[in-house]
């Protein structure tokens, strides 16, 4: 098995740092993923306030950035553009990709991709990555998420002490995904975490997804999605479609405090929880 993920860094980061940070994780996948593929977002950060030390040599960049309105309120702008730029680099590509893995804003802009263009990807990893605040982003991604049902496998990742992206948009989240959804949780904060626990989670959700009862299909629909955009597409990793399959993920016994949430629910399991937190 030899996959290709499309990695999406997080706001007021790079491709460069992408690659840095899930060092771990990205070792800990080397026999089921043969390529990953990171991509700077095409907008420069201005709302970040990097250390002195580092403001000269880290780009810092982002996949939609925001302005500020009258009355506290943030007008966002660029993802479209991102979203062209992306879905124009995945027409390029020769090979396609099976997953995506993204980290913060990367991880959304992951989101909008799959519940969007759900045929271009198998599966998506998406760590810290919550509902988005945007009222009009947010009704794209739900939107489009119940028309295209069921979504691409995903396993949705947070941190306990995560004070970015609170556990609960992340469930938020997972809650559109429905059955598709595989929730985690890690007893750390807005990272993406080097644990063997959690390395050894995201090797048992993509070796596992070939079990699920709609993995042909979706192996099916992908691999016609990319023949469509481009005739060179290397099929060679069509024997191993069936060899993949989600499973069911523990939850940390420190998230506790997050109702115990274990993993693949359903949408009205999901939604049943998120009500008896809020």
Known sequence: ??????????????????????????????????????????????????????????????????????????????????????????????????????????????????????????FAVLVAGGLPTDPGMSEILAAACKLNAPMPPAMHVYGQLDQLVEPARVLDLAALWGGSATPYGHPGGHMIPSSKEFRDAVVAFISGLSNRPDASAAQSNNNSNHNNHNNNKNNNNDDNSNSMAPRALPVPTAQTSLADVPTGLHVDELQSLLLRRH
């Open 1 to 122: 098995m030899s996959l290709r993920l499309l990695c999406l860094h997080g706001y007021g980061q790079s491709a460069e740092v992408f690659r840095a940070r899930s060092g771990a994780l990205r070792r800990a996948l080397k026999g089921l993923v043969g390529e990953f593929v990171c991509i700077d977002a095409p907008h420069r950060c201005t709302h970040f306030l990097p250390d002195e030390s580092e403001a000269s040599v880290v780009q810092r960049l982002g996949w939609w950035d925001w302005t500020e309105e009258p009355g506290c309120q943030r007008r966002r702008f660029g993802w479209e553009k991102s979203e062209e730029i992306l879905l124009a680099f995945i027409d390029a590509d020769q090979q396609g990709f099976d997953g995506v893995l993204g980290f913060s804003q990367g991880a959304v802009a992951g989101a909008m991709l799959c519940a969007t263009q759900p045929k271009r990807f198998r």
